[in-house]
């Protein structure tokens, strides 16, 4: 929906959320950025046994980005100070490593009962709060949560990925 100023109005409030991008000092509105995109959010860490996933997470956004797909990352130390880094050092780790191109925020407590608003929207909608690290949230082109899945659902896992292409196939509204 356009507003008279010709901007978009958000009408996710689930995506209504405003973030500093890593190592930044620019805010990213989620909604604005993402409007009519299949998102698929997961809390990162540099340091924990599910960090290869970001090889797979970044090949989700290279395959399926010309389609709408946008994978976002938010690292979190929440989990066994899995990511005590900077957020330089997050970014630097993230692009050398893994190649990492796919968005990135500041680090953002995803934990209950201390979550970012976001994390706590996440949770209501999904029922479920990250139990762990790189837990996913997929969120269709209308700004509602579709599914969530746990930290061991790899990026390929057959589910996952039949997630994304169907809510791909759907038209944003």
């Given at each position: 929906m356009m507003t008279s100023a010709g901007a978009w109005a958000c009408d996710s409030k689930l995506l209504d959320q405003d973030f500093r991008k890593l190592a930044s000092?620019?805010?990213?509105?989620?909604?604005?950025?993402?409007?009519?995109?299949?998102?698929?959010?997961?809390?990162?860490?540099s340091k924990c046994g599910n960090t290869p996933q970001y090889d797979g997470l970044e090949k989700l956004y290279e395959q399926y980005g010309d389609e709408g797909l946008v994978v976002l990352g938010f690292p979190s130390n929440d989990f066994l100070g899995q990511e005590p880094g900077s957020e330089e050092k997050i970014e630097e780790f993230c692009r050398l490593t893994y190649g990492v191109e796919f968005p990135m925020f500041e680090k953002t407590?995803?934990?209950?009962?201390?979550?970012?608003?976001?994390?706590?929207?996440?949770?209501?909608?999904?029922?479920?709060?990250?139990?762990?690290?790189f837990h996913k949230y997929l969120i269709g082109r209308d700004g509602e949560l579709i599914s969530e899945f746990s930290p061991r659902t790899q990026p390929y896992d057959d589910k996952l990925v039949a997630a994304i292409n169907s809510a791909l196939e759907q038209q944003a509204p």
């Open positions: 000092k620019d805010s990213v509105n989620l909604c604005e950025a993402y409007q009519g995109k299949v998102l698929l959010v997961v809390n990162t860490a407590t995803v934990k209950k009962p201390n979550a970012h608003p976001f994390y706590h929207s996440l949770a209501d909608a999904s029922g479920t709060y990250p139990t762990w690290n």
